[in-house]
């Protein structure tokens, strides 16, 4: 899948879940979307726990997800991004999510 692919999937996931989702009840909305002058940002969080957070930068896509079920995830108290110092560099402007 092309990077494109994937953010036009994500685009029209968002414009969806607004235009299903009542503007009183925002806590139900599946799909929240943030912009800067330097990324996009779609975090998609099923509110059972799952969450995908998904940073397009210029030059590259972040991808960064948590599933409660996986037996992976649920052997460590927080999640910490690990990427080389490199290409952490080169998104020196692209404020990485980080879960609470």
């Known amino acids: 899948m092309e990077w494109n692919d994937v953010y036009k999937n994500l685009e029209a996931l968002y414009v969806l879940d607004n235009a299903i ?3 009183a009840k925002d806590y139900l909305r599946l799909v929240r979307k943030t912009q ?3 990324d996009t940002r779609y975090v998609v969080d099923n509110g ?3 969450i995908l957070d998904v940073v397009f ?3 590259a896509i972040v991808i960064k997800g948590f599933d409660h079920e996986n ?3 649920s ?3 927080e999640w ?3 990427a080389p110092r490199a290409y952490l560099s080169s998104l020196k402007d692209v404020s990485i999510p980080q879960r609470a």
């Open 80 to 82: 910490k991004l690990i």
């Open 21 to 23: 989702t009542d503007p």
């Open 36 to 38: 800067t002058d330097n």
């Open 57 to 59: 930068a210029q030059n």
């Open 48 to 50: 059972g726990g799952d």
């Open 71 to 73: 037996r992976i995830n």
């Open 75 to 77: 052997s460590f108290l």
